[in-house]
């Protein structure tokens, strides 16, 4: 078993979804500031 | 508490959130970019867990701010139930989103972790069910903020639940310990901690990190949350005349 694989599926998703939350409230803050 | 009540009016919030978000949330990637390199790089591997034991850094940070969001509902559901400020209505609802995101991470993260730790992805201990159920109750949350702004509700029905829901909290801190769990039990305190320094020490920039864009994201969606209501004032002054 590759352990670095579950710590990359980890990294990615903890990232991942960080990013993808940050993204969608900034544009939707600049979509309403508009 | 001055200060809050100072803070509670939306033109002296955004005054200061304004400036604020980009700098926690910049100053967040940074924490979180040096977090990842000290976590993956720079600690050695856990002589039981082997390299697993770095999803720690992004697990435990998730796991608090899926707690610390509904904290921030509960406080700020409170604080409109006792002010019936709307201000507290909109931070409420801004916590619950994030909140909700950084408890599914913490389960993804957490099962992730627990296949090559414990031989199962899921298994229905008293930590895990319970962290499950705190997701289900954002969810429902959510849901009902929704619900009642799109029927011009005065949010006391999601407000009362906010307050509510901040049952499950001691249950999730406590299950480890009110239950034989498979989730091991409290290994972090605030004086102290079983873990190895050499291990323990990337984890406070990754939690400063994590928290840091967090905050960011609430001031986000709070800007456009009060963005909305504006624009809907607006069209109703505009509608009246």
């Given at each position: 078993m590759n352990q670095w694989a579950f710590v990359a599926a980890a990294y990615a998703v903890a990232l991942g979804g960080t990013v993808a939350l940050a993204a969608a409230s900034w544009w939707a803050m600049r979509r309403g500031e508009k | 508490m001055p200060s809050l009540h100072a803070l509670a009016n939306p033109a002296r919030f955004l005054r200061v959130a304004r400036?604020?978000?980009?700098?926690?949330t910049g100053l967040g990637a940074v924490l979180i970019a040096l977090g990842c390199w000290a976590g993956l790089v720079r600690t050695p591997p856990d002589y039981l867990q082997g390299e697993t034991v770095r999803i720690l850094y992004v697990h435990v940070p998730a796991a608090w701010l899926g707690m610390a969001g509904w904290s921030s509902v509960a406080g700020a559901s409170l604080a409109y139930l006792v002010w019936r400020h709307p201000l507290a209505q909109v931070a409420a609802r801004a916590a619950a989103v994030p909140g909700a995101v950084?408890?599914?991470?913490?389960?993804?993260?957490?099962?992730?972790?627990?296949?090559?730790?414990?031989?199962?992805?899921?298994?229905?201990?008293?930590?895990?069910?319970?962290?499950?159920?705190?997701?289900?109750?954002?969810?429902?949350?959510?849901?009902?903020?929704?619900?009642?702004?799109?029927r011009g509700g005065d949010g006391r029905v999601p407000a009362v639940y906010g307050v509510a829901g901040t049952v499950l909290l001691p249950v999730i801190r406590y299950s480890v310990v009110w239950w034989n769990t498979l989730h091991q039990g409290p290994s972090i305190g605030l004086t102290r901690s079983s873990i190895d320094p050499a291990i323990l020490w990337p984890l406070p920039i990754m939690l400063t990190g994590f928290t840091c864009v967090f905050a960011g994201v609430v001031l986000m969606r709070m800007r456009a949350l009060l963005a909305v209501a504006r624009a809907e004032a607006r069209m109703r002054r505009m509608a009246r005349i």
């Open positions: - | 400036p604020l978000t980009p700098w926690l950084f408890a599914a991470v913490c389960l993804v993260t957490g099962s992730i972790w627990g296949r090559p730790t414990w031989g199962t992805w899921w298994q229905w201990d008293g930590r895990l069910t319970s962290m499950l159920l705190l997701f289900f109750v954002y969810l429902g949350y959510l849901s009902l903020a929704r619900a009642d702004a799109e």
